[in-house]
Structures are given as C-alpha cells and as structure tokens.
C-alpha cells in the first residue's frame, strides 16, 4: 500500500499568513492526488485536483503543486473561514490512502 | 441538482452485521466508479471500498477484506455497503463518494458496541 505522510500534523497561523502543507508518498504516484478541506460535522470538499488543477468555485489564494513523492498545497493569505482540517488522497492505487490530516488553527 | 444520502447507520454488537445505502440522484451514476469513505470520532478520513461503474472490479482496503462487501444497482442509482463481522474500530461516520466529481453525501454513523 502506498503510505501518505502529512505535514504539519497542525498549523497554528493568523489571518493574512502564507501557509504551505506537505504530502510524501512513499512510492510515485504521478499526479494522482487531491487535497480536501473539511469543517467539523461536514463532508470534506476538494479544493485541488491532480496535483495542481483548482476545483472550480475554490478560491485562487489556494494553490497545489508537486509530482511523484512531494506534494505541497499552499494557502497564499488565510481567510478566517479557511481554518479547518485539510487532507491529502492518493489515487494512483489500491487502496487510495489519505494523508494524516492538518488542523490548521487560529493563532 | 446532485444529491448523495446514506442511510443505514446505527448502533450494532461487535460481531454483528449492518447494510448501508447509498441513494444518488442529479448524475449519471451508471458511468462513475463510487466509493465509501469512512471517519472514525475525532480521527482522519479512511478510504474503505469502490467499485467500477459496472460493478465487475471492487477493490477493498486491507482492514475490512473478506467482511465488508460493496454493490450496487445502477437501475436504482444506488450503492450499498454490506459489512459483516463488525468490529469496534469500524465506529466510524461512512461517506459515499464520487471521487472524480467530488459528490459527496452527508454521512451515517456506525457505531459498534456492546
């Protein structure tokens, strides 16, 4: 199974800061990856598809890149509704695996 | 508009059996792979099963092989997660997911306890 490892497990940040979350494969998987927002008590939404592609109706300060192992997704300016859990899927394989998750919490 | 609804959900022994429901409207369900995701109480998302639009490949996470049974009936536009030999780590919030187009449902809770 590939394992995907997040990072930083939490965040603590102020609104207007740039934030950068990391995702490690332990094996590559092209561009075969999304990152996921999710708020207590709600489904999770995706904000990037393959790697880089935005979700249509996601806000540009949002941003991915990465290809193969090192996956990162950027925040350019926090908002205040942006402080939840965000989540990294690989899906190049079975089974699909998710990163650890981030809190991204408010300083 | 596109809806996603579990149901399904509830309180069940350890070694007991439950059936989850998935009923989708608003797409064409018969072209998309589907999958459940579940989320155990304060824990990160787990990918748990999918199946291929035409039911013929399912695929299966480690943990629930050879309990858990995925199916659907693409005449009902619906998706149904058979789980035997239910253990207590399987407590968990379960989600369908369209992965390709991001629909997901509100989730149902499972919870296995004596």
């Known amino acids: 199974d590939i394992q995907m490892t997040q990072s930083p497990s939490s965040l603590s940040a102020s609104v207007g800061d740039r934030v950068t979350i990391t995702c490690r494969a332990s094996q590559g998987i092209r561009n075969d990856l999304g990152w996921y927002q999710q708020k207590p008590g709600k489904a999770p939404k995706r904000l990037i598809y393959v790697a880089s592609s935005l979700q249509s109706g996601v806000p540009s300060r949002f941003s991915g890149s990465g290809f193969g192992t090192e996956f990162t997704l950027t925040i350019s300016s926090l908002q205040p509704e942006d402080f939840a859990t965000y989540y990294c899927?690989?899906?190049?394989?079975?089974?699909?695996?998710f990163g650890q998750g981030t809190k991204l919490e408010i300083k | 508009e596109v809806q996603v609804v579990e149901s399904g959900g509830g309180l069940v022994q350890p070694g007991g059996s439950l059936r989850l429901s998935c009923a989708a409207s608003?797409?064409?369900?018969?072209?998309?792979?589907i999958s459940w995701v579940r989320q155990a109480p304060g824990k990160g998302l787990e990918w748990v099963a999918n199946?291929?639009?035409?039911?013929?490949?399912?695929n299966y996470v480690d943990s629930v092989k050879g309990r858990f049974t995925i199916s659907r009936d693409n005449a009902k536009n619906s998706l149904s997660l058979q789980m035997n030999s239910l253990r207590a780590e399987d407590t968990a919030v379960y989600y369908c997911?369209?992965?390709?187009?991001?629909?997901w449902g509100q989730g149902t809770l499972v919870t296995v306890s004596s």
């Open positions: 899927l690989q899906h190049n394989s079975y089974p699909n695996t």
């Open positions: 608003g797409f064409t369900f018969s072209t998309y792979y």
């Open positions: 997911f369209v992965r390709s187009e991001d629909y």
């Open positions: 199946i291929k639009p035409d039911g013929s490949e399912k």
